[in-house]
């Protein structure tokens, strides 16, 4: 909350959100997003997220993990607050103020039993005066998501790494297709899986963990991408 009125709030610490994503209901990715939208200082306008459909799900992580009740929680803040909830994401690009976004939706699961929910994960496309990121949220290739997504995304600058650079995501096929020119990782420094860093290194991508740096942000400016460290902005990187 204090993250977000520090970088989005105005001179009183008030905060308006057009939007915020639900990129799948992990509570590492939502957990908190109720704390968000119930805030009086933070108004929300619409919140993205698909439906939770245990029924697919692997009965482990149903056991294991809390998706049921963090996706209830965070629909239930939206309720609270009026907030306009869309399940069915459209992928048709929108404009958001001189930027171009796309959302991109993980394929509906072939498999006839149940996956996990990092398979229903959806990606975000940001552009702007060319330069281009992608938001990988928890997407993997289990499903052959990253290959059908890789078609679609073409060369890219900026790479929000799947599933905090775990196996089974960023595939050597999928990095080489888009071939960032840095990638930034949602974990605790080191903790990036040897294979997804071999194939960013291949491509002589530069990596930055956010556990390192205590959050990343990107900057779009000047026709550059610009990379600082957390919100108080230490210079890490900027696109040549």
Known sequence: VDAVR????????????????????????IGGLDTVILDENITVKTAYIKKYDPSKIRQYEIDAWDNQEVFDQMISACEKRGVTVVHDISEEPFSFGNFTMKFCNTAETENTEPVGENENAVGLLIEKNGLRAFLAADINNLDGDEDRLSKELGKINLLKVGHHGYDNSTTSDFVKVLSPEFAVVTNRQGGISRTP??????????????????GVVADFTD??????????????????
């Open 6 to 29: 520090k970088i989005a709030g105005d001179e009183n610490g008030k905060a308006v959100l057009e939007f915020i994503l639900g990129t799948h209901s992990h509570s590492d990715h």
């Open 223 to 240: 026709n550059k991408i610009v990379l600082y460290g957390n919100i108080d902005k230490n210079l890490l990187h900027q696109s040549k």
């Open 197 to 214: 860093l071999k194939n960013l290194n291949s491509v002589k991508a530069k990596v930055f963990e956010t556990g390192k740096y205590k």
